[in-house]
């Protein structure tokens, strides 16, 4: 019931936000906060309440569950549920999605109440991606979610924003498109093999195919995935969704969006398709860290601040693809991590860009220079989080960093190493960025505002998870780690009885 | 003719009876609201006799029409969808000051012809139902009297005329080769004795007659300038009715299960279906002209829909039937904002019309967005679930080389729907000009419609159930099994019946 709730509660508050807007331009604000900050409260609940022990048996892992039936012709059920991997997800939505309204507080000024709609929509459509375990439930929050998204592109963009927000939904669309054919062809050779129509996971996970069909089916679902994730061929929506995007827009995209790539790819790829998977990882891992290097070198060679920050996502999330495909239970957690850490590290340094925009309405980063001594708060928290992003020890992103590799060693040596490069190639932009942002000579002599309390406010709880992904993370690890040795056994058992089905 | 027959004929004399009191109407009092009570009355009981008439059904009445469950599903959506037209059509008739009480004559008139194809099992009747709506279009088409919509009457005219003379001599084919015009005694003399030399070019040249309606390419060219130039009620009913009745009868006299057997055809309508899909699409990026696009998107939709056709299969009927629910649906509603928006002078058709729409009058442009959203495939709307009949329609048909141009074909169609909804948010500040205030009954209808599209999008269960209990030609069609039908393209195997 509770995850029905998470979904509604957006919903209307988005209807409701949209309505009040004609009266007020505080309350669609207020009324956002409170819906998303009333979800927070709700997973962290499920969180702390839920046992999580039970997942490490044979028996369930979901620690929330509902099921219903809801389309009955195509045997389509209104099927929710969540695990570890799940909840941490949604605990990172609903986080960050209080920080977007936070952060957006004084920057959207216009349309506010469609814009509050928007950003619930969003948000109720992301933890549907999260939280469907029926596939066409799961595609129809993934098609969902792309629409506010477009709007808040279109609407609250930058100079470019018309182009950004039409080739974002390009990309996503013709790739959510090939999923839909995917799903679909799994769903007839599933009622072919069992003669039961169902896009229920649990059911699909097992369906025998023979090798083509696996191998194809799975690439519908990888390209869908890729392209949000971004993998490094299909990626080039993404700098300019993000830097055209308003900030809470950015923050959502590369703390959310990409994440739902990610999960596609641990959740459904590698349990449906486990050998498809197998055949495809020589692929994955050139894919990765070619992401890996060509996002850090892109990211260097960038002046416009949200580019930059855009193109450090496509390395970190390079760093994510190599750890899920090196699957083993040390490249998971990384993964995990990583995904966790890039969304809460990149997030702030969009938030950051975010109020330096407002502040001084440019991003370029030639016009720039000195700004510790104009903004020290800013500058200061710029540079920690600069920090997280290269992947400094004691902070998130190293750990998740850190045991990708770890993970990644014991599948090829030699990705490893180039991938290793990548973390120092991220010291380069990093502090390139952090040196001709706050420090050098204040060329155009700007003087403005250090950050308020209430952006003092956003940057806080960032910083202090960070630092506490970084020293203690075992909460962390613990709680998907049930979820991950779930996903892993799913794909070992039907992995091997494929395999008889072909030795046959 | 018993009684129970001309009882079982009730819809179709309400609806022909209608007109004739409007004509008496008019000449005694011209009175637009009151025709077009008297229409909504009218096509309101022919609504309810449909439910009258139910228990009668299956029936053949006379060789020329078979009011079974099939006919009736589709006059029930055909009249739901002719009242949104005519309750749209008053408002805007409303700012013209001619003669605009005929209109409503002519609209009940076509909607008789279209009735009477859903319901047609004769090629007769069939030719009939055709002709019925065609002339009435022709002048509906023209009704606005300014040039544009003279032309595209003019130009209707003579295209459908020609596609008319097509499809005679088709018909005529089949009969010098079958030597009967009944659909069911057809498909058994099919079968058994029969010259493909006359039987295959006859029923090429019935699909070019019914492409030309459909607009499917290549017959399609005279769909943008008809949608742009006639009126805006008349372009949605041209859109919906006209071209539902059209493909119902279409796979009521070419469907069944076994289509994807016979080569030839299967190839006429793949080169149809994937022409449409491309071209509608393709051809929509380079306009500027709203209805147009549509024109251009209608085009594309057919495509879509024929791709179910040829898929065969148990879902096939089901998935076209709903897809065309749907589609009725969805462009109702953007032709009826077309036609809300327009003003006596001219139909609000251009980009212009709709910049920053949206911060101007948000109810119609949310509409708006809705149906655009619907046509392109987003989900929650109904246009997405008919995309999803479709594509799964396809899958289990495992014409995969289909499905995935249509999956290619439509993310090129979003990017024009997306050009629309970029124009209708466009805009930089927030310009208050006054509200004008929504013409009641337009906006209502157009609420209702999009109402339609997101309960049947989120929840389509009772339509679905509506559409599966009508699962309807197994009732027209004589069922000949597939595996007869195909040795006409084989030799007979020895100790067949045959």
């Known amino acids: ?504 | 003719m018993t009684r129970a027959d001309c009882f079982t004929l009730l819809p179709l004399m309400l609806i022909a009876g209608t007109p004739l009191v409007l004509i008496l109407v008019i000449a005694f009092m011209r009175n637009h609201a009151l025709t077009v009570a008297l229409t909504v009355a009218g096509l309101v009981a022919a609504l309810i006799s449909l439910w009258a008439v139910a228990p009668y059904i299956p029936r053949q009445v006379t060789p020329l029409l078979s009011m079974d469950r099939y006919a009736v599903f589709y006059m029930g959506v055909m009249i739901v969808s002719v009242i949104a037209v005519a309750i749209l059509a008053y408002p805007y008739f409303e700012k013209h000051r001619w003669h605009r009480e005929e209109l409503y004559v002519l609209l009940l008139i076509a909607v008789l012809g279209c009735t009477v194809l859903v319901a047609s099992s004769h090629l007769v009747s069939f030719f009939l139902g055709l002709e019925i709506l065609s002339v009435s279009l022709y002048a509906m088409i023209g009704y606005s009297k300014n040039r544009k919509s003279l032309e595209a009457g003019i130009k209707y005219l003579v295209l459908a005329a020609a596609s008319s003379s097509f499809l005679l001599f088709g018909m005529a084919l089949i009969y010098a080769d079958l030597g009967t015009m009944e659909l069911a005694r057809m498909a058994e003399t099919a079968t058994a004795t029969s010259t493909p030399a006359l039987l295959l070019p006859g029923i090429v040249l019935i699909i070019t007659g019914i492409g030309f309606k459909l607009g499917v390419v290549p017959f399609h060219l005279w769909t943008p300038d008809v949608y742009e130039g006639a009126p805006a009620p008349v372009t949605a009913f041209l859109a919906t009715v006209s071209k539902t009745a059209t493909f119902a009868v279409l796979l009521r006299f070419l469907y069944h299960p076994g289509v994807q057997d016979y080569r030839t055809l299967f190839l006429v309508f793949v080169i149809i279906a994937v022409g449409s899909m491309i071209a509608g699409n393709v051809l929509a990026l380079l306009q500027t002209n709203v209805k147009r696009i549509l024109a251009y998107s209608s085009i594309a939709h057919f495509g879509y829909m024929l791709v179910a056709f040829l898929a065969g299969g148990n879902v096939a009927i089901e998935a076209v039937t709903f897809y065309l629910v749907a589609y009725s649906v969805t462009t109702l509603g953007a032709f009826g904002v077309v036609s809300v928006l327009s003003d006596s002078s001219r139909d609000a058709d251009t980009l212009d019309d709709y910049r920053g729409l949206f911060w101007r009058r948000p109810v119609i442009a949310g509409i708006f967005t809705l149906m655009l959203l619907s046509l392109a495939g987003i989900p929650a709307t109904m246009g997405f679930l008919a995309k999803f009949y479709v594509l799964a329609a396809g899958a289990s048909a495992a014409k995969w080389s289909l499905v995935i141009i249509l999956g290619m074909t439509s993310t090129i169609g979003l990017f024009y729907y997306l050009r629309i909804l970029v124009v209708l948010y466009a805009g930089s500040s927030e310009r208050e000009t006054p509200a004008q205030p929504l013409v009641p009954v337009g906006g209502f209808v157009l609420a209702v419609l999009a109402a339609l599209l997101i309960w049947f999008g989120i929840y389509p269960a009772p339509l679905q159930d509506i559409i599966r209990k009508n699962d309807m030609l197994s009732v027209s069609v004589s069922p000949v099994p597939a595996s007869e039908r195909l040795s006409r393209h084989q030799l007979q195997p020895p100790g067949s019946k045959l």
């Open chain 1, 1 to 504: 019931m509770m995850l029905i709730w998470l979904i509604v509660i957006p919903l209307v508050a988005g209807i409701l936000a949209w309505l009040t807007a004609r009266w007020s331009t505080e309350a669609p604000r207020w009324i956002s906060l409170a819906a998303v900050a009333l979800n927070l409260l709700l997973t962290l609940a499920v969180w702390i309440g839920g046992d999580n022990t039970v997942g490490s048996g044979t028996t369930t892992v979901w620690l929330a569950e509902v099921d219903a039936p809801w389309i009955p012709r195509f045997g389509i059920h209104f099927h929710l549920a969540v695990d570890g991997l799940s909840l941490l997800m949604l605990v990172l939505t609903f986080f960050l999605g209080i920080m977007s309204v936070l952060c957006s507080w004084t920057e959207i000024r216009e349309r506010i109440g469609f814009f509050h709609f928007n950003l619930l929509w969003m948000l109720a459509g992301i933890a549907g991606v999260f939280v469907a375990l029926d596939l066409f439930l799961f595609y129809f929050a993934w098609e969902l979610m792309l629409i506010p998204m477009y709007f808040l592109i279109a609407i609250w963009g930058h100079e470019n924003r018309i182009y950004a927000a039409i080739k974002f939904m390009l990309f996503t669309q013709l790739s959510g498109l090939l999923m839909l054919i995917a799903i679909l062809a799994l769903y007839f050779l599933h009622y072919q093999a069992t003669g039961m129509y169902t896009f229920q996971y649990g059911e699909l996970l097992g369906t025998p195919l023979s090798e083509r069909a696996e191998w194809w089916i799975m690439l519908g679902f990888i390209i869908a995935f890729a392209v949000k994730l971004p993998a490094v061929p299909l990626h080039s929506w993404l700098p300019d969704a993000h830097s055209e995007a308003s900030t809470a827009g950015s923050v959502i995209l590369a703390g959310l969006l990409l994440k739902t790539g990610a999960y596609g790819l641990l959740r459904f790829v590698v349990p449906l398709f486990p050998n498809g998977a197998r055949w495809f990882t020589p692929v994955a891992l050139v894919l990765a860290v070619t992401g890996i290097i060509y996002g850090a070198v892109m990211a260097f060679a960038q002046t416009d601040l949200k580019r930059l920050v855009a193109y450090t996502s496509v390395s970190h999330m390079g760093f994510v693809l190599l750890g899920i495909f090196s699957w083993n239970p040390l490249g998971l957690q990384g993964a995990v991590m990583s995904m966790i850490c890039h969304g809460l590290s990149t997030g702030s340094l969009f938030i950051l860009v975010g109020a330096l925009q407002e502040r001084i309405h440019t991003r370029d980063m030639d016009r720039m220079g000195g700004f510790w001594t104009t903004a020290p708060r800013l500058s200061g928290a710029a540079l920690f989080f600069a920090l997280a992003s290269l992947g400094l020890p004691g902070l998130g992103d190293f750990v998740g960093e850190f045991l990708v590799l770890l993970g990644s060693y014991q599948v090829n040596v030699g990705m490893t190493v180039v991938a290793a490069f990548g973390t120092l190639a991220s010291t380069f932009y990093a502090l390139r960025m952090v040196q001709r942002v706050c420090h050098g000579e204040n060329i155009q002599h700007w003087q403005f505002s250090d950050l308020s309390p209430r952006e003092a406010l956003i940057v806080a709880p960032m910083i202090v998870a960070l630092l506490w992904l970084g020293m203690y993370p075992q909460p962390v690890l613990n709680t998907f780690a049930p979820a991950m040795q779930n996903l892993q056994r799913q794909a070992n058992l039907h992995a091997m009885a494929r395999q008889n089905l072909v030795n046959e």
